[in-house]
């Protein structure tokens, strides 16, 4: 059974960089896309971006195009989110996801990031 | 990149009664990749429904999508009161995915 078990949360000064972790267990890791999605306090869901399992292949929403990077290491089944320049509209719980049949089969449980000055 | 808008914004039923969610996309969905998700306070979203109308694994048969083209809908029949959620719905094309701004289900 695939599980993503994401690191702790962060608190961040405005400007600086983050990034956070998502290990897959249970599951072939390059078998599968994995996308991260955030969400804002009170607010809805947004896709960040996809990486492939298989071969690191990358899709970034638009918006965030230049200040994200996700990156996977298959040695140890692990994703990687980096997000630079962060501004306190980057706050927000950050969450890995299993892509499947254009799904979100499994999520991770969650990092919250806080940008305060 | 296709927008998607959900509706209503807040639907307050009581146990027993069919809830009907909306969720219309600004262009067609001609790959039928259009999922379903239901969230709780605190907790990670969860999928019910993938591909317009297939329930994931261990979602109740109370659970139904329906739809195509743009206007999509998930049907809850039988309300009961752990139905109280946020239901969110979302597509994927052009290798690019979204979500809709979600609807609260209330449980009177």
């Known amino acids: 059974q695939i599980q993503l078990v994401q690191s702790g949360a962060e608190v961040k000064k405005p400007g600086a960089s983050v990034s956070v972790s998502c290990k897959a267990t249970?599951?072939?890791?390059?078998?599968?896309?994995f996308n991260w999605v955030r969400q804002a306090p009170g607010q809805g869901l947004e896709w960040m971006g996809w990486?492939?399992?298989?071969?690191?292949?990358?899709q970034y929403a638009q918006n965030l195009q230049g200040r994200v990077t996700m990156t996977r290491d298959t040695s140890t089944s692990t994703l990687y989110m980096e997000l630079r320049s962060l501004r306190s509209g980057d706050t927000a719980v950050y969450y890995c996801?299993?892509?499947?049949?254009?799904?979100?089969?499994?999520w991770g449980q969650g990092a919250m990031v806080t940008v305060s000055s | 990149e296709v927008v998607l808008t959900q509706s209503p914004g807040t639907l307050s039923l009581s146990p027993g009664e069919r809830a009907t969610l909306s969720c219309r996309a600004s262009?067609?969905?001609?790959?039928?990749?259009l999922a379903w998700y239901q969230q709780k306070p605190g907790q990670a979203p969860r999928l019910l429904i993938f591909?317009?109308?297939s329930r994931a694994t261990g979602i109740p048969d109370r659970f139904s999508g329906s739809g195509s083209g743009t206007d999509f809908t998930l049907t809850i029949s039988r309300l009961e009161p752990e139905d109280s959620a946020v239901y969110y719905c979302?597509?994927?094309?052009?290798?690019?995915?979204?979500f809709g701004q979600g609807t609260k289900l209330e449980i009177k």
């Open positions: 591909g317009i109308s």
């Open positions: 990486i492939s399992g298989y071969n690191g292949h990358t």
């Open positions: 262009q067609s969905l001609s790959n039928n990749y």
């Open positions: 249970g599951y072939p890791f390059t078998s599968s896309g």
């Open positions: 979302q597509q994927y094309s052009n290798s690019l995915y979204s």
């Open positions: 996801a299993r892509g499947e049949r254009g799904a979100f089969d499994v």
